[in-house]
């Protein structure tokens, strides 16, 4: 029993709990309050496990082939490896986990809950089918990284804070976009053996970490000349300029050894999790 709760949780991919836990927080920046609320830590947990688990483990079921070849997988940094046996029957779990929870989250926030789980279910369910489904079919799969942005209305409701401006919603997408860009370099490799098409395959190593660059170019500006806040947009700044040593100096177009990619989840936990605690007690993305 131990063991299975073990993978599950490794399906999960606790390394990457810091994006939804990030978009989670976001809406209640500076209500210290909102600390004692038992609904806050219930929906906090749910975007923490219970969603991460549907989405990474819907993902794996489909993905079984180019998992096989990367040297990422069986980890609680990037996620499970799982065996066929495993994955097979991982949807009766992730469907338990999902029913479990729906019933208080739609009690704390509403029927309009309703609506956001529906968008977590379309989206996944577009980007994971079997055959043409939208991971296969580059850039379409940078879009569905839509689905993240849900976690904001969701954290809305349940908390009920003041909906977020464009701007916060337009640098969420972005930082969405970026990141799942950063994991396609990162898997370059294996998706290429598995004959996967990706904006990062089609594109090529240089090509895309460029792409990274102006897209982060772009989240600075934002910082920078819409929300006129100088703190954050220098750490993102300071990233902004180690990604361009990363291309243009120290590892140009090679593969990344999986030390070293563990070593970049450490520190991009740690990022996020000093962002985090700025962006939460400032409240400079609500404005």
């Not at 993902?59 to 082939?65: A, F, H």
């Not at 977590?120 to 850039?139: D, E, H, K, S």
């Not at 750490?235 to 300029?241: D, P, S």
């Not at 990344?256 to 520190?267: C, I, R, T």
């Amino acid at each position: 029993m131990i063991k299975q709760l073990l993978f599950y949780l490794k399906v999960s991919r606790p390394g990457l709990w810091f994006a939804t836990i990030w978009l989670y927080l976001l809406p209640t920046s500076q209500m210290n309050e909102i600390l004692s609320s038992p609904a806050f830590w219930y929906g906090l947990f749910y975007v923490c496990f219970p969603l991460n688990f549907m989405v990474y483990g819907w993902n794996d079921m489909v993905d079984i082939e180019t998992d096989a070849h990367n040297k990422r997988k069986d980890s609680f940094w990037f996620g499970a490896r799982g065996s066929k046996d495993q994955l097979a029957g991982l949807w009766k779990p992730i469907l338990i986990t999902q029913l479990l929870f729906y019933t208080p989250m739609i009690y704390w926030g509403g029927w309009k809950m309703i609506l956001l789980f529906m968008g977590f279910l379309l989206i996944n369910g577009l980007y994971n089918l079997p055959t043409n489904g939208l991971r296969a079919f580059p850039p379409l799969e940078l879009f569905c990284q839509v689905g993240y942005l849900l976690i904001a209305p969701l954290s809305i409701l349940v908390n009920e804070t003041l909906i977020l401006p464009i701007w916060t919603f337009i640098y969420l997408f972005l930082f969405a976009i970026q990141s799942h860009l950063i994991g396609e370099v990162m898997d370059i490799e294996p998706d290429k053996k598995a004959g996967r098409k990706t904006t990062a395959t089609l594109l090529g190593v240089q090509k895309t970490k460029l792409l990274i660059i102006f897209i982060v170019s772009l989240e600075v500006a934002i910082l920078l000349f819409v929300f006129n806040e100088f703190y954050f947009g220098l750490f993102l700044g300071l990233a902004l300029v180690w990604l361009l040593i990363d291309l243009f100096i120290i590892y140009k177009t090679q593969i990344y050894s999986l030390g070293q990619m563990k070593f970049f989840a450490l520190m991009s936990n740690f990022s996020a999790l000093g962002s985090m605690a700025y962006v939460w007690h400032s409240g400079c993305l609500l404005n």
